[in-house]
């Protein structure tokens, strides 16, 4: 996959349960999204955005919320926040979570092919709980699993099995004395990958 197309700032998508601008990592950053996006009541987007931005902080972050009230999101609400974060015109699409639903694996295919289409590329764990998760685990997506090994800053593609995936940390990012988050690792070496992408993609 090829590095995203010029503009004036490399634009991510993050599909979570939105964020909290007052966040230490997100002060002075550009965020977008619809006024339920600006808020995050479980934390897990905010920390997502904090995240990426702590790697490409001239990125302009697109917040889409689907994850409201608990940590697990509808099949079809993820869909929906997937095709939302396409409208915008991303360069990337953050998806720190996913689905082990072995009967949707078409519908999350169709949603890469979508993305694919509009020069998007989607960043999510290919795993959860050792389980295959769409749409990280789907040929088209940048699948990613986690390495403790790694520096945050620095994930590295590598052949597993038939495909390449990346390798990241699944470390949070440290804002001083701030709580960590309550988050999976795999959660953040998602948001890893996507921060190392976006800073090296092109504006």
Avoid: Y
């Avoid at 639903?101 to 020069?119: E, K, T, V």
């Amino acid at each position: 996959m090829g590095d995203a197309p010029a503009r004036g700032h490399v634009r991510v998508a993050l599909v979570d349960s939105g964020v909290d601008p007052a966040h230490p990592g997100l002060r002075g950053k550009t965020l977008r999204g619809e006024p339920d996006a600006l808020r995050d009541r479980l934390g897990h987007g905010t920390w997502m955005a904090a995240a990426i931005l702590a790697l490409a902080p001239e990125a302009e972050l697109v917040a889409i919320a689907v994850l409201l009230d608990g940590d697990r999101c509808d099949p079809a609400e993820l869909l929906r926040g997937i095709d939302a974060a396409l409208a915008t015109s991303p360069d990337f699409v953050n998806v720190s979570f996913g689905v082990t639903d072995l009967a949707l694996r078409d519908a999350f295919a169709a949603g890469i092919a979508r993305a694919q289409a509009c020069g998007a590329r989607i960043v999510a764990p290919a795993s959860l709980q050792g389980l295959p998760c769409w749409p990280g685990a789907l040929s088209g997506a940048d699948g990613v699993v986690v390495d403790p090994n790694l520096a945050r800053a620095l994930p590295q593609r590598r052949r597993r099995g038939d495909r390449e995936l990346w390798f990241a940390s699944g470390v949070a990012p440290s804002f001083g004395a701030l709580p960590a988050p309550r988050a999976r690792g795999e959660s953040f070496a998602a948001a890893n990958v996507t921060g190392h992408l976006a800073s090296r993609a092109r504006g």
